[in-house]
Nanobody, 119 residues
Framework: QVQLVESGGGLVQPGGSLRLSCVAS????????MGWYRQAPGQEREFVAR???????YYADFVKGRFAISRDNAKNTVYLQMNSLSPEDTAVYYC?????????????WGRGTQVTVSS
């Protein structure tokens, strides 16, 4: 199994920036992709960004160039740099990963980190 732990969330003013981190640990053969989703109160979880181990990053349209996802494969870590934040970005941000257990592939989720954008 793999465990995903997010960090870096918090309170930021509109226009500010945050960098989220997610570290994967546990027993697994490899992680083929890592990404971020978010969920605001009363809303469904939505896709934010994803990065394949050997591919280009992919972003949701609402990012509009404000966010950047990156990976440190040696550390099994994915980052989400968020700039020009607005109150609409307020949500719990969840890390996810496509995991190769050696027996099968599965999707793992972290518990989330709160991002609040408010003045």
């Amino acid at each position: 199994q793999v465990q995903l732990v997010e960090s870096g969330g918090g309170l930021v003013q509109p226009g500010g920036s945050l960098r989220l981190s997610c570290v994967a640990s546990g027993r697994f053969v490899g992680i083929n992709a890592m990404g971020w989703y978010r969920q605001a109160p009363g809303q469904e979880r939505e896709f934010v960004a994803r990065h394949l181990i050997d591919g280009a990053p992919y972003y949701a349209d609402f990012v509009k160039g404000r966010f950047a996802i990156s990976r440190d494969n040696a550390k099994n870590t994915v980052y989400l740099q968020m700039n020009s934040l607005s109150p609409e970005d307020t949500a719990v941000y969840y890390c996810n990963a496509d995991v190769d257990s050696g027996r099968h592939y599965y999707e793992a989720w972290g518990r989330g980190t709160q991002v609040t954008v408010s003045s």
